[in-house]
Each structure stands twice: as C-alpha cells, then as structure tokens.
C-alpha cells in the first residue's frame, strides 16, 4: 500500500516551492498526497518563522496532533523549513512527538530521514550552520540549494511556476529572520535556471515566476560576464511557448535602470513590480538598516513611472516598529497616499529573536497602537486599489486563466465532471489583477480577453470577450 502523505505549508513562495519540491520527490518514493491529516501516516508540516503568529498557528497545530500520535505512534510527524531552522531542539522539547526537524537547506535529505524513522531510527533533526557558525563558505554550503526535476501535477496549475533564481539573503534588515533561516545570499547559474524554465516550458508551464527575496539583486559571474536579472529576462524571453515572466520580491536599491527598461522592452516579461518600501519615514528605515531614504525611495518610483508607465508597484509596510512614532507613521501614511500603490501587504512589527532590532531595539509600540496603524494604512491603501481599479470598468484585459474561482472551489466544482459547462473562473492581468469571470473548464491555461464590468480594490469582474477580431482590438496593458 503507498504511504500517505499530508502537507501543510505556510509563508512565502519559497515555501510554496518547496513543498512542491519536496511533495514530488516522495511521490517518486511512492508516497500518495492526501487530503486530510486524518488519513495520513507522514504528516509535514513547511513552516515560516517571519512573525510570531506564523509559528503559533504551527505550534498549535501541531498540539493538535498529540492525540492522534497517542493513537497512532506510527505516524510520522515532520517539521520543515523556516522555523525548523530558527528553533532546531526547541521543536522536539515543545512538542516531543515530533519525529523530523528538517531546515530549507536539508530538504533533500527527507525521504531517507523518514526511511530512517519508519526502521525505528528514532527522531531526526538535520539543519544548516549558523550564520556565524563557520567560514562564509562552509555556512553557504549547508544552505544546499533544492532544485530537482519538477512534477507539475504537483503545481497548483500546471500552467505556471515558480524558479528560483537565488536563496538566501544578505541584506540582513534589523526585524528580520530571514536571513538567518534561509543563510546567505547565492545566485543560481543562468544557464541552470534556462534549463529548468526550458523543461517546465515543454511540459506544458507558460507562465514562470523567478523568486528571490531580492530577485533584482541577483547576481552571477559564468562564462566570463556577470549575469544580472535585466540579462537572465533576456535569455529567458527567447524560449518560444513561455508567455509571462515575472520576479520578485524586488529590493528598492537594486532596482536600476536596465531592469526597468528589459520590463519595458521584453513583452514576455509583466508590468509589475513588487518593491517593499517598509516605511515612509527616514528614522524608521535607518533603524530597520534598510539602506535607502524616503527620498531615494520616491525617485525610484519616478523612475518606474517614467520608464515603464503601465506597470502596477506592490509594496510591504511594518506599522509599530521600534520606536515608531505618530508622527513617523503619518509620512508612511503619505508615502501610501503618493505611491499609487496597486496593493501593499501591512504587518504590524513581530520581534523576532537573534536578529538586531530584538536585542538592541525596544519594541515600545503598544499592540493596540499597532493594530490601529494597520487598520488605517489598510483602509488607506484599500482606497486607492479601487481607485486605480475604476478605470478598467469597460475596457479589455488579457487573463492567463487559472482554474475555477475561489467560490466556485467552495462549491467544490470538478472541472473535470462539468467539461463544457460554464463555471466560475479566475486568472490574473499582466499586472497582476485578479479578475474573475464566467467560462468553460477548456479555456484554463489559455489566455483570454476579459472585458472588465464591475471591481473592487481585490478584483475585477467580467465577461469573456469572444474572439474573432483582428490584431486592431486595443487591449489594456493592466
Ligand atoms: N525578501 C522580501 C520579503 C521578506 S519577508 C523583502 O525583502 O522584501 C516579507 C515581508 O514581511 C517583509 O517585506 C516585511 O514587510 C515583513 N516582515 C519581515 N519581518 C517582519 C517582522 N519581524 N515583523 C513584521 N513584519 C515583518
Ligand atoms: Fe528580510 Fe530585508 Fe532580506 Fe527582505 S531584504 S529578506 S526584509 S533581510
Ligand atoms: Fe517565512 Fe521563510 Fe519565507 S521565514 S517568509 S517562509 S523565507
């Protein structure tokens, strides 16, 4: 009988990837996806440690499965990624039915880890030095980079992917863990990643994501000639059959004029822009060490509007950080209000152990002071997404299509069982809208035009336009 396997992933895309990852290989081990933690013998979780209530949903999760445990000793209990790195020991002492504790540079290792365990092994823990554990080198060698041959059933539609460009980060912000859970920074050869997005490409892919947490750093010498992201869009865009690339998350300092103008100029390549700003004030980002000024901030986005005017910028903020004042969150207030955002993720400030805000800075914004901001800058942002959104009502967008909406999932709708019925679809713009519309099950993985009749600051909706006009039909670049 194969082994069942559940998996619960939380976090950025490179979990997403991961889990995607590491799903495949156990599936070639012979190990069986299951819906349920219930009908599963191997239960992994791929965790995030960013904020502290990303690790207390795992941790108490994970307290859920004590009973079954108790029932079951045979199932296996895993811990992967982020938080397996971060806290190592501490997993198997808050929970000791854990078997498995495995960091992102490990995740190779897993199907022998739990042939190991099935033979009565005992628990395994497998991690990456730390940072300071070690020469540069030898740190960066056990952050193993994890890149195998793809299974695109695994992917959650086989018409687009995630490739990673780069692990790792060097930039080290005061707040944050991930450079210390995903080690440094290192570039994956061009020639690799072509490789890779040429198999996903002949498998079907027509839309590839390049992930990095500071995908417009990268950065790799081969051949004689440094690579950056601006030349790897260029090799890339030659691969017939690809449609979209996009890349993120963007670091703002990184974000030069030949990036901007291989958006503009390469078609395959989508007007959008993830670039964090964090925060409108000059005293907050020098004490979050993220190496740029407000001003300097603001001069990038001119610098996007004037080369690549179509393109639609996402940015993060952490409201309540270290010291932050009134009058610190008003300028990111403003920052929101004149940066046209087309959405931005809001945080309030989690404090996270070993990195230099939690030991050199207090976290003296009162929770309540935090949540406040969040509101504001969330219903201040929610504004102008619906704002820019107006627009579109009436015109065309291109939508690379799916799979069945959120809502229409909820109905559990197989699009499979309902082929050439009309079902509720969803898909995304080239600068990434998401627009849901009424279709047929065969246009998923397609690109169609949508002509947009209503929206909200989230989404747009609309109607499939039907397709027998000439190239003279004008298509919003949205
Ligand atoms: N590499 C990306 C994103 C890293 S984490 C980048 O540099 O932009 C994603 C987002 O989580 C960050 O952009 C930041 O806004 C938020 N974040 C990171 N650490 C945090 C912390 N300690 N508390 C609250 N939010 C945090
Ligand atoms: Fe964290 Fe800063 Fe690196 Fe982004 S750039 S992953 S926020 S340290
Ligand atoms: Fe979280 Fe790790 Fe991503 S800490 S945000 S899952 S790199």
Redesign the pocket.
């Known amino acids: 009988m194969p082994k069942r396997l559940y998996i619960e992933t939380?976090?950025?895309?490179?979990?997403m990837l991961d889990s995607e990852l590491v799903v495949a290989t156990l599936r070639k081990a012979g190990y069986q996806l299951v819906d349920h933690p219930r009908q599963a013998d191997t239960i992994l979780f791929?965790?995030?440690?960013?904020r502290q209530h990303?690790e207390d949903k795992i941790y108490s999760a994970l307290g859920r499965l004590k009973h079954a445990k108790e029932h079951h000793p045979d199932k296996i209990i895993g811990v992967m990624?982020?938080?397996a790195q971060?806290d190592q020991r501490l997993i198997f002492e808050r929970a000791p039915f854990v078997d498995l504790v495995v960091g992102?540079g490990q995740l190779h290792q897993i199907p022998q880890l739990l042939d190991k365990i099935a033979a009565g092994a005992g628990p395994q823990l497998e991690v990456s030095l730390d940072r300071k554990s070690g020469s540069r080198d030898e740190v960066q060698q056990s952050f193993e980079s994890y890149d195998p041959l793809r299974d695109p059933q695994m992917r959650p539609n086989r018409y687009q992917a995630y490739v990673r460009i780069m692990i790792g980060c060097d930039k080290f912000c005061t707040y944050c863990?991930?450079p210390r859970?995903?080690g440094p920074e290192q570039s994956r050869p061009a020639a690799h990643i072509e490789a890779e997005v040429r198999r996903l490409v002949d498998e079907g892919c027509r839309e590839v994501t390049l992930l990095g947490?500071t995908v417009n750093s990268y950065q790799h010498h081969d051949g004689g000639r440094t690579w950056r992201l601006a030349d790897l869009l260029d090799r890339l865009h030659t691969i017939d059959g690809l449609d979209r690339l996009r890349f993120v998350t963007n670091y703002p300092r990184d974000m030069d004029d030949d990036l901007l103008t291989a958006v503009r100029d390469l078609s395959k390549v989508m007007p959008y822009l993830h670039v964090p700003a964090q925060s409108g004030s000059d005293r907050i980002l020098h004490r979050m060490k993220r190496g740029y000024t407000v001003a300097e901030y603001r001069d990038m986005l001119a610098r996007i509007r004037e080369i690549v005017p179509e393109a639609a910028v996402t940015s993060d903020f952490i409201v309540g950080f270290c010291g932050e004042t009134e009058d610190d969150f008003r300028q990111t207030v403003e920052l929101v209000r004149q940066g046209r955002f087309k959405n931005s993720f809001i945080f309030k400030y989690s404090p996270r152990p070993n990195t230099k805000a939690y030991e050199r800075l207090d976290d003296d914004v009162p929770e309540e002071v935090k949540r406040r901001r969040n509101n504001e800058l969330l219903a201040v942002q929610n504004a102008i997404s619906e704002e820019l959104n107006r627009p579109l009502i009436g015109h065309e967008v291109e939508v690379l299509v799916e799979g069945p909406s959120k809502a229409a999932r909820k109905q559990g709708v197989d699009v499979e069982a309902v082929e050439g019925h009309v079902v509720q679809l969803t898909g995304r713009t080239p600068c990434d809208r998401i627009v849901v519309f009424d279709g047929t099950p065969r246009q998923i993985g397609q690109l169609v035009s949508v002509r947009i009749y209503d929206v909200n600051g989230f989404t747009l909706f609309g109607s499939v336009v039907t397709q027998h006009a000439g190239p003279e039909v004008f298509q919003l670049q949205v």
Request: one cysteine or more.
């Open positions: 939380v976090g950025c895309q490179m979990n791929n965790t995030c440690s960013v990303a990624g982020c938080m971060k992102p863990i991930v859970v995903r947490q």
